[in-house]
């Protein structure tokens, strides 16, 4: 089982070409980071494997055990089993949390079928307790005056709540404070499985001083470029990204 990119090239609709060639491989049971520059294409592929109208896929295919997700709408690619964390609306006014998570559990249940209310709010409990949430929080309406931790937060409950197979969590460049980080990190760690995979995209490598991948991709201009363990990581961290000019310029 596993989420494979192969020769994935996307394009915005002016025709600038973003992803030029991303070959992928997360096997459910591994955790896979992705570094590299800012404007590498990091959240555009993200975007892509989570079906983001924005950009047109040109040549190659994404994968997961083996149904083909750019045959699939956003909804079909969820259902699926793809969570993009932070691909959920900023805010959803006037709708509490949850009754967004539960509504979004509801959505997947064949016809006819009742969400169990008093077993979804022990979850819900269970997994907020995890991530130090308070109670208060399933209250108020997603989102809404969040601060950027509560909003980091939130969305990893949705994603622990929703347990999709294979989880992309693309860490925006507005940093979380270190207990944040820490939270983030905890339940995402709690959901590591043999039964998922999980590709986290992250600008920084402090992420990764919790979360501990099995595997450190280096992706720049449209394309993975290096691939490694995670001591690829933390020779990134000391040396940057200057190896990219090297190589350009050998
Ligand atoms: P990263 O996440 O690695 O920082 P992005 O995927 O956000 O990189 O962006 C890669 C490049 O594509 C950048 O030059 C960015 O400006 C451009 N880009 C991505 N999406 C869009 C878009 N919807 N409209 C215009 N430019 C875009
Ligand atoms: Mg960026
Ligand atoms: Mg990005």
Request: with cysteine.
């Amino acid at each position: 089982m596993s989420l494979v990119v192969t020769d994935l090239h996307a394009q915005l609709e002016d025709g600038t070409q973003i992803l030029k060639g991303v070959n992928l491989e997360i096997p459910t049971g591994e955790v896979h980071a992705i570094m590299g520059p800012n404007g590498s294409g990091k959240s555009t592929l993200s975007k892509v494997i989570a079906g983001h109208e924005s950009y047109e896929v040109t040549t190659g295919s994404v994968t997961i055990d083996g149904a083909d997700v750019l045959e699939m709408d956003i909804d079909e690619r969820s259902r699926a089993g793809v969570f993009l964390a932070f691909q959920y609306p900023h805010e959803v006014p006037g709708v509490s949390n949850a009754n967004f998570i539960r509504a979004a559990l509801q959505a997947r249940l064949p016809k006819g079928e009742e969400l169990d209310a008093v077993a979804y709010y022990k979850d819900l409990y269970s997994k907020m307790d995890l991530l130090e949430m308070d109670r208060k929080f399933t209250a108020r309406a997603v989102n809404e005056g969040f601060s950027g931790g509560e909003k980091k937060r939130n969305e990893i409950l949705q994603m622990m709540m929703l347990d999709p197979r294979y989880c992309i969590l693309d860490e925006t460049d507005s940093g979380l404070d270190i207990d944040a980080l820490k939270i983030v990190a905890k339940g995402v760690n709690a959901m590591r499985s043999p039964q998922r995979g999980i590709l986290m995209i992250t600008h920084y490598q402090r992420l990764l001083d919790y979360i501990k991948p099995d595997h450190v991709h280096v992706m720049a201009e449209g394309k993975i470029v290096r691939s490694g363990g995670p001591e690829l990581a933390l020779e990134l961290e000391k040396d940057g990204y200057e190896f990219l000019k090297e190589a350009a310029t050998a």
